[in-house]
């Protein structure tokens, strides 16, 4: 009898456990990510990938993309890549409509488009009055319209079938601007706005299954950035890259594995009433006060 009991008391703990982890299963799902081709993007693709979703990489790079998808299909996983910008309507639909060939649905849109341009970049050398327009222009365009532009394109998809995930992109300039980099704070502060008005419009105007939301990963060196964190040949710390440091209570940067945990429940069932959020992935750098 005492055998009996502690037989059923395991077999119920393994119950629990595998309803836990089918929380959090994404086996099988078609995810679309944009800026797929880089630090970050990259990473996302090879994590969800290896957690069983059939992974769609965007990006405008032919070299990496296809290093990329060979990486993942060669692990045994559902991949493909398309070259598209962002902000081609016309070229977004024409990967939409690819998409659903192969695959016949699309499930998660992961916005990662984005990043800065050094010339848009206050410095000692080039003040605010002297940034360039253009360039401002297209890192504005880049992060806001590259995020709201696929969207509308995926997003029909969600809309006519009734439920989908968008996972947006958005960053700690978002919360309080960072100096220097003006255009690239706005777009994402624009980033989050939208996150949060996408959410109510999906669930007011098509369907309560339409989630949508957004990450803030907080200091991760990336392309973009470098030159802003770290000095160029030495790799060593920039004063900015200090600084940084020593307001990130976890005393270092991000990895870009570190954002594949939260991407994975933001995508999955596990946050099913989760919506209109900005999840922030910082190593507490929103939470100190620096005293």
Not at 60 to 76: F, Q, Y
Not at 90 to 118: C, H, P, S, W, Y
Not at 215 to 244: D, K, M, S, V, W
Request: contains cysteine; positive net charge; aromatic residues 8%.
């Amino acid at each position: 009898m005492i055998r009996n009991k502690i037989r059923r008391t395991v077999q119920a703990k393994e119950r629990k456990a595998r309803s836990m982890t089918s929380l959090f299963d994404i086996q099988g799902k078609v995810v679309v990510i944009t800026g797929g081709t880089g630090v970050l993007g990259s990473e996302m693709a090879r994590g969800l990938a290896k957690a069983g979703a059939r992974v769609v990489v965007i990006g405008r790079e032919a070299d990496r993309r296809d290093a990329l998808v060979n990486g993942l299909t060669g692990a045994g996983a559902e991949a493909m890549g398309i070259l598209c910008d962002v902000l081609d309507p016309q070229a977004l639909a024409k990967a939409k409509d690819e998409i659903l060939a192969r695959f016949g649905t699309i499930d998660v849109l992961i916005n990662g488009a984005g990043g800065n341009r050094k010339p848009a970049t206050t410095s000692p050398d080039l003040s605010f009055f002297d940034l360039p327009v253009d360039d401002l222009d297209y890192v504005v365009r880049l992060n806001f319209m590259g995020t709201l532009i696929p969207s509308q394109v995926f997003g029909r998809v969600f809309a006519e079938k009734g439920e989908g995930v968008i996972l947006n992109i958005s960053s700690m300039a978002a919360y309080t601007p960072m100096t220097n980099v003006v255009g690239y704070a706005a777009a994402k502060a624009a980033v989050s706005n939208f996150t949060q008005w996408l959410a109510v419009h999906f669930c007011k105007n098509y369907s309560p299954k339409i989630r949508v939301n957004a990450i803030a990963p907080g200091f991760f060196l990336t392309e973009q950035n470098r030159y802003l964190l770290t000095e160029e040949g030495t790799g060593q710390l920039t004063a900015r890259g200090h600084a940084i440091i020593e307001h990130t209570p976890m005393g270092r940067f991000g990895e870009p594995c570190d954002l594949v945990g939260t991407v994975i429940w933001l995508i999955s069932d596990a946050s099913q009433f989760v919506t209109g959020t900005v999840v922030p992935i910082d190593g507490g750098f929103l939470a100190f006060a620096g005293v």
